[in-house]
């Protein structure tokens, strides 16, 4: 995390802020603003456990701050453009009270959410990308499908697919509930895979031949989803800060 003011604030207090897990400057790695200059502030605490999560470090410890604090650390960077993500950022009540600030002061915002906790509070203004959890996710009885009434075309949804039957149910529930109709954008994202180095040290990422046969698959099916790779995996593997 960049040099934040740190702010003693009580817990009880209901300005209390934040806790969070880093700020940083980077390149948007998924999503419509894919490859655009953005400020990303992850927040700490997911109440999921999904089997290819790669942000386990944020599901626990973190600092508090308070929002002035976070507000100054984001205006240091040369970018309007700020993505709000976990861990899980909802799963913080202030979320909804950082991402109005940003408005505010003119900040293009998109969220980042697991879609298992409610998105009605989250401004209109803000893109939000949503994830719907498959059944090699481990977590796919936690989607809350309500979330679907608070969707435009404004945001997006993304399923991560493992194997063929992530993507026939995926399929399925683009179809079932005409998911393509109710976002902007539809993403199937396949897993990525991660390995190191002699030394231990992330080395790259391999696109696994999952991502050439998901291609096939939606080519096939003419389905109206859009292939997505993680360029930000490409380009720095599980690099933290990137």
Known sequence: MSNLR???????????????TEIF??????ALTSG??????????????CVYCDTTYSFTGGERFSLDAIMADIGQYPCKRVC?????????PNCIALIK?????DYEVSLETAGALSVAEVPDA?????????????ESDKNLWSNLEHLTQHDQLK?????????????????EY????????????????????????????????????????????AIPVRLQLQLHKIIWADAKGK
């Open 178 to 221: 005409q998911l393509d109709k109710k976002v902007g954008t539809v993403w199937f994202s396949p897993m990525f895979n991660v390995h190191e180095d002699a030394a231990g040290d992330i080395a790259a990422v391999d696109v696994p031949n999952l991502a050439r046969e998901l291609a096939e698959w939606i080519l096939e099916d």
């Open 84 to 92: 709000v993500t976990g861990g899980e950022p909802l799963a913080q």
């Open 101 to 105: 600030r940003l408005l505010d002061e």
């Open 126 to 138: 803000v893109s939000k990308v949503m994830d719907i959890k498959t059944p090699s996710s481990g």
């Open 6 to 20: 740190t702010t003693t604030i009580p817990v009880t207090d209901p300005e209390a802020g934040l806790r969070m």
């Open 159 to 175: 399923f991560v697919i493992m194997n063929r039957d992530d993507y026939e149910w995926s399929k399925q529930k683009v179809e």
């Open 36 to 49: 655009l200059p953005t400020v990303f502030v992850r927040l700490t605490g997911c109440p999921l456990r």
């Open 25 to 30: 400057y980077s390149l948007q790695g998924e």
